[in-house]
Every structure is written in C-alpha cells, then in structure tokens.
Nanobody, 123 residues
Framework: QLVESGGGLVQAGGSLRLSCVASGRTLDRDVLGWFRQAPEKAREFVAA????????KYSDSVKGRFTISRDNAKNTVYLQMNSLKPADTAIYYC??????????????????WGQGTQVTVSS
C-alpha cells in the first residue's frame, strides 16, 4: 500500500513537499513515480526515479521547479515542488513499478498506486 501526504492549498510561487510511504512491502528495487490528474484531464506524468535514485526524469512542465527523491531506508519517495503555479493544481499520485529497471513515464507501466493527495495553487 502506498500512502501520499503533504498536499494542501498554497499561493502561486509557494512550495510544498509531498511524501509517499509504502507499507507492507519494500520499495528499494522499484522505480517510483509521481503522476497528477487535474479535473476533466487525463492523468499525466510528473517525475520518476530509479531504484538507486541515480536516474530521474521530469515532465517538461515541472523541470527545474520540482525535485523527486527517495529514502529507501524509510521506504519513502518525495516530491519537492517549488515555484508552484495554478496550472499545477491537481490530485497527485505516487506509483511503483516493480517490473522494469528503467524509468518509465507511462502510467500503464506502474503496478501500485496511492490514493492521491490534493494540491491546490491559488493565483
């Protein structure tokens, strides 16, 4: 089970840090990703990180503003979000891919999902 936290309401230009903790299983070999879904829009890739943390990928819309990291000892993945914009408003989901060693940007490749945490950025 994956459980996200850290969402909330923030003004444009502000920051939030999302966390995702796994229970019942370890994540140290999984590729971990963050996706988001805004109202009436499809779920989109945000960022992902390899099992060792050595490889990261970001969508163009968040590159330079968001940072994904992981702490395998704590079974946790983080998403530091800076310079937030109203367009970042969405439900953010963490996900785990157990089958691949490369970092995928496709939601269909991820096997386990959290319930999501709401991020709202006001203008």
């Amino acid at each position: 089970q994956l459980v996200e936290s850290g969402g909330g309401l923030v003004q444009a230009g502000g920051s939030l840090r999302l966390s995702c903790v796994a229970s019942g299983r370890t994540l140290d070999r999984d590729v971990l990703g963050w996706f988001r879904q805004a109202p009436e829009k499809a779920r989109e890739f945000v960022a992902a990180i390899s099992g060792t943390g050595g490889i990261t990928k970001y969508s163009d819309s968040v590159k330079g503003r968001f940072t994904i990291s992981r702490d395998n000892a704590k079974n946790t993945v983080y998403l530091q979000m800076n310079s937030l914009k109203p367009a970042d408003t969405a439900i953010y989901y963490c996900a785990a891919d157990r089958d691949r060693t490369y970092v995928s940007v496709y939601a269909s490749n991820y096997d386990y999902w959290g319930q999501g945490t709401q991020v709202t950025v006001s203008s």
